[in-house]
């Protein structure tokens, strides 16, 4: 009972002291859950950008996705990003993609990375995605 009730107290300070208050975009990546950790890592190596909530393996119409929820306020991120999209694809046998959802609209993708550069998905993000 102590260890949950530590929980609890733990994400209550997670939430009341984010640094994306009013100045942050928010949005949906998913893509392949053999690279999660790493692409939130990326992600969180910038320090104006965090994983607000992760899932690892999630289904989607049958198929297995990672996602990642994302806020952030700077895209330091995304062109290592697409640095390490290319290693691993350049190094791994398999080709895969990232596609962006803007809320609300979680369904149906907004963009599939593969076909813009990290400029253009920076641009797009904010020209549509939601402020927190």
Known sequence: ???FLSRKKKAEVEE???LYMGDAWRFTLKGSPRHYDDVKQIIQSDSR???YFG???AYERGAGVALWRVEASTF???PKLYTW???MERIEPVNFTFNLYIPPELKHAALD???HSAAEVEAFIK???PRT
């Open 76 to 78: 330091n991120w995304l």
């Open 85 to 87: 999209w290319a290693e």
């Open 1 to 3: 009972m102590v260890s």
């Open 55 to 57: 899932e690892a393996l």
């Open 16 to 18: 009341s002291t984010s």
């Open 113 to 115: 990375l593969r076909d």
């Open 127 to 129: 020209s549509n995605a």
């Open 49 to 51: 950008a965090r994983v």
